[in-house]
């Protein structure tokens, strides 16, 4: 639906991967199918071919283009450059609304939003978490000194835009209460995702899906895995899809198992096509916000496991049976559960029409559109 007041947003990320990119991805759609003029700036270095495929289709529909450039996880003195050039792009891009994503599009989008302010410009700084610095550990000499800049940060925020309730309540723990405007949007999901997805024929026992690294739990998998398989004197099958840091690592514990548990690794691929291949989603995370895979499980059919971190609960509800610790032992007495009878261990999950109303795209992006027009006195 055409919005009676065309906007110039410019969105800033860092890596074009997760649920970070697919927030991004659904906003720009939402916003451009509404009129306004949308740009991305995002990392040139990280992405599989997935990425950059999704990237290609991302950039045919921006009136404000697709700028890459090289942009470290860390800010440091190498960083300097990237930050220059990220500067030059906005600047020229002359954004109304500069939305910054996750810790390193949050840095940019307030400090180079804060600087065209000086020099005259209209632009409303927003910041979106994901996460990010959030993961930190407030006791730590790294942690405090992240939260002590969020808090200074605080001062070039327009908008802080949560996306849990679980978020928040760690950004008041952490950094404080917020002394800027913020607000709750939850992630949301199209209408065709609604969709239920058939897995094959040969489909196997579970799935974990996401970015190969600790914090997203694919160790806690494989181990629950071979617990549950010793305990039950039966060969579980698996497929693991996706890319990462700990990807060699995780193939090595995989491969020492394998006389008890069917290991496949498989490159990214979209969820809905990942659904297919396996019975059972399992989300094992350390730590999470609101991530999209628990909800796009859910909306395809899908049986789910999941770890009782971050926002998940808000998903799935606080007392879900489908909820566990992050831990092997825990997650393994659960697979057990799920896989004795999938079809019963499916009513445990939520509503899908419950889901439908609490997890709208269209709903994200128009609380959202509002939040920029009230931020800029219209």
């Known amino acids: 639906m055409k919005t009676s007041r065309s906007l110039r947003i410019v969105h800033c990320f860092r890596a074009p991967v997760g649920g970070v990119f697919r927030h991004v ?97 209209s632009v409303a700084r927003f910041y979106s978490p994901h996460g990010g610095s959030l993961h930190y550990d407030p006791t730590k000499l790294s942690g405090k000194l992240i939260f002590w800049i969020e808090r200074l940060m605080e001062r070039m925020t327009d908008r802080i835009i949560f996306v849990s309730k679980f978020e928040r309540e760690t950004y008041v723990r952490k950094v404080g209460e917020p002394h800027c405007p ?44 071979a617990k549950a398989s010793k305990a039950s004197a039966r060969k579980f099958t698996a497929v693991i899809v996706g890319d990462g840091r700990d990807r060699a690592s995780l193939v090595e514990q995989a491969v020492l198992i394998r006389e008890q548990t069917d290991i496949r690794f498989l490159p990214p691929m979209k969820a809905r096509d990942a659904f297919r291949l396996a019975k059972i989603v399992v989300v094992p995370s350390r730590a999470e916000a609101l991530p999209y895979i ?59 029409d419950d889901l439908k109303k609490n997890f709208s795209a269209s709903s994200m992006a128009a609380r959202l559109e509002t939040e920029y027009f009230v931020s800029l006195g219209r």
């Open 294 to 352: 628990v909800l796009e499980a859910l909306a395809a059919g899908k049986a789910l496991i999941a770890s009782r971190v971050g926002g998940i609960p808000e998903i799935l509800g606080d007392q879900s049976l489908a909820l566990v610790r992050p831990d092997a032992t825990e997650l393994a007495q659960k697979i057990l559960t799920a896989i004795g009878d999938v079809t019963a261990y499916r009513t445990v999950l939520p509503d899908m």
């Open 182 to 225: 913020n607000a709750l949007i939850h992630n949301g999901l199209s209408a065709q995702e609604f969709d239920p997805v058939v897995e094959n024929d040969n489909a196997a026992d579970f799935l974990f899906i996401g970015e190969l690294r600790a914090l997203k739990g694919p160790d806690i998998f494989i181990e629950a895995l």
């Open 25 to 121: 991805r659904d906003l720009v759609a939402a916003q451009n199918a509404a009129g306004h003029q949308v740009g991305v700036i995002c990392d040139a270095t990280i992405g599989s071919e997935l990425e950059e495929q999704l990237l290609a289709e991302l950039g045919v529909g921006l009136a404000l283009g697709l700028t890459r450039i090289p942009m470290q996880r860390q800010i440091g003195f190498r960083d300097a450059i990237a930050a220059f050039r990220t500067y030059k792009t906005i600047k020229k891009l002359k954004p109304e609304i500069l939305h910054g994503h996750g810790a390193k599009g949050g840095t940019y989008a307030r400090i180079f939003g804060s600087l065209l302010r000086v020099s005259g410009a």
